[in-house]
């Protein structure tokens, strides 16, 4: 080997090694930024920054310790199958079931079982939100509040199986905001949550049970991350490549899980006799755009032969004919304000009386 050839080689080591202990000293400053008290730059802790919000549980596993917040905020809220209910889990009340849905379901009246999360309520006052409007404007039928703030398809699923037989022969409407699907391949989001996986094409429940201790939880749980410059350096190269973007937010493995609890909430309801019908909400965003989530939802559910109450168009038409900006529609949080549940309230009401509900 000759003189040349040998400097050349030691010059490339002594380059990788230069190189590696940059990254590994990079690596280091960054944690430090993030974790050491006196070096924390606040800007940095931000979830975001290192991991994706809709497709990976780091995202919520670094809010979780950054931030110390956790979702629900009182740990009598928590349950171990479901993740988290709509309220206290008490004696007499294992579901922890809101009150309003616990009357409900005494009453005599026929049933409809609303599933869904947040946007089946809004963030309208409780005489705007929409079983409660629904309930109000119908003599013979009771509309029950199965929804959850925060839940995915397979949470609203998992409320479905522990909660159906709790009325004869209701009907189902199960709502889904394009984010709950995002959700379904997440085991902790807000909170540990339960979560399906596929296995010989049948749906396996994982992720149970869920711990009731938020604290142990937190301690045991630190953030998924081998590298938060190389998560860094993904996220920002995601926001300006389409086809990254489509790569990471594992869009072909939500498509597959969602597509089987479709399926299986479809059987389920053929099995009890159940007339099922799926309520698509949009946030802002997704109201004005043609997403994927759309797209799948809209194809899955026609080739499931599973009626939809598809509430874009009557917003758009309501937006159009008022001559108003779509926010209007909408609060703060970006849920359906009173304007917007009114609006979607009274054409859903239309539509169930057309299905004979009085």
């Given at each position: 080997?000759t003189?040349?050839?040998k400097?050349?080689?030691?010059?490339?080591?002594l380059?990788l090694v230069s190189?590696v202990?940059s990254i590994?000293s990079?690596?280091?400053?960054?944690?430090?930024?993030?974790?050491?008290?006196?070096?924390k730059i606040p800007?940095?802790?931000?979830?975001a920054l290192y991991?994706?919000?809709?497709d990976?549980d780091a995202?919520w596993?670094?809010?979780h310790?950054?931030?110390?917040?956790?979702?629900p905020n009182?740990s009598?809220m928590i349950h171990?199958?479901?993740?988290?209910?709509?309220?206290?889990?008490r004696?007499?009340?294992?579901?922890g079931?809101?009150d309003?849905t616990v009357?409900?379901?005494?009453?005599e009246k026929?049933k409809i079982?609303?599933?869904?999360d947040?946007?089946?309520?809004?963030g309208?006052?409780?005489d705007f939100?929409l079983?409660?409007?629904?309930?109000?404007?119908?003599?013979?039928t009771?509309?029950?509040?199965?929804?959850v703030g925060?839940?995915?398809?397979?949470?609203?699923?998992?409320?479905f199986t522990?909660?159906h037989?709790?009325?004869?022969?209701?009907?189902?409407l199960m709502?889904?905001?394009f984010d709950?699907?995002?959700r379904?391949i997440?085991s902790?989001?807000t909170y540990?949550?339960?979560?399906?996986?596929?296995?010989?094409?049948l749906l396996k429940?994982?992720?149970?049970?869920?711990?009731t201790?938020?604290?142990h939880y937190?301690?045991t749980?630190?953030p998924?991350i081998?590298s938060?410059l190389?998560g860094?350096a993904?996220?920002?190269?995601?926001?300006k490549?389409?086809?990254l973007?489509?790569?990471?937010?594992?869009i072909?493995?939500?498509?597959?899980?969602n597509?089987?609890?479709?399926?299986q909430l479809k059987?389920?309801?053929?099995?009890?006799?159940y007339?099922l019908?799926?309520?698509?909400f949009?946030?802002?965003?997704?109201?004005q755009?043609?997403?994927?989530?759309?797209?799948?939802l809209?194809?899955?559910l026609e080739?499931?032969q599973?009626?939809y109450?598809d509430?874009?168009?009557?917003?758009l038409?309501y937006?159009?004919a008022?001559n108003i900006?779509?926010?209007?529609?909408?609060d703060a949080?970006?849920?359906?304000?009173?304007?917007g549940n009114?609006?979607?309230g009274?054409k859903?009401l239309e539509?169930?009386k057309?299905?004979?509900?009085?």
């Open positions: 080997m003189w040349k050839r400097n050349l080689l030691r010059k490339t080591g380059a190189l202990l590994l990079a690596e280091c400053l960054l944690r430090a930024f993030l974790y050491v008290d006196f070096l800007a940095w802790r931000n979830p991991a994706g919000y809709s990976d995202y596993e670094l809010h310790h950054f931030d110390g917040e956790w979702y009182s009598d171990p199958v479901l993740g988290w209910s709509q309220d206290r889990i004696a007499g009340n294992p579901l079931l809101f309003d009357s409900r379901l005494s009453s026929r079982l609303f599933y869904g947040s946007y089946v309520k809004g309208a006052e409780s939100q079983p409660v409007f629904l309930t109000n404007q119908m003599k013979n009771a509309v029950v509040d199965f929804s925060g839940y995915g398809l397979d949470q609203s699923y998992l409320m522990l909660t037989e709790k009325a004869r022969k209701p009907y189902i709502g889904i905001l709950d699907l995002d379904s997440l902790v989001r540990q949550k339960p979560y399906y996986v596929l296995e010989n094409n429940l994982s992720g149970v049970p869920v711990d201790d938020p604290v937190l301690r749980h630190p998924k081998r938060y190389a860094y993904s996220q920002t190269l995601r926001r490549s389409k086809s973007d489509s790569y990471l937010s594992r072909p493995e939500k498509q597959q899980i597509s089987a609890i479709l399926a059987r389920d309801c053929l099995e009890k006799q007339p019908e799926v309520v698509i949009y946030d802002l965003t997704s109201l755009v043609s997403t994927w989530q759309e797209r799948f809209k194809e899955k080739e499931l599973i009626p109450f509430t874009k168009p009557i917003l038409a937006a159009n008022h900006p779509l926010l209007q529609l909408y949080t970006w849920h359906h304000n009173n304007l009114s609006v979607l009274q859903l539509h169930l057309n299905r004979g509900f009085e």
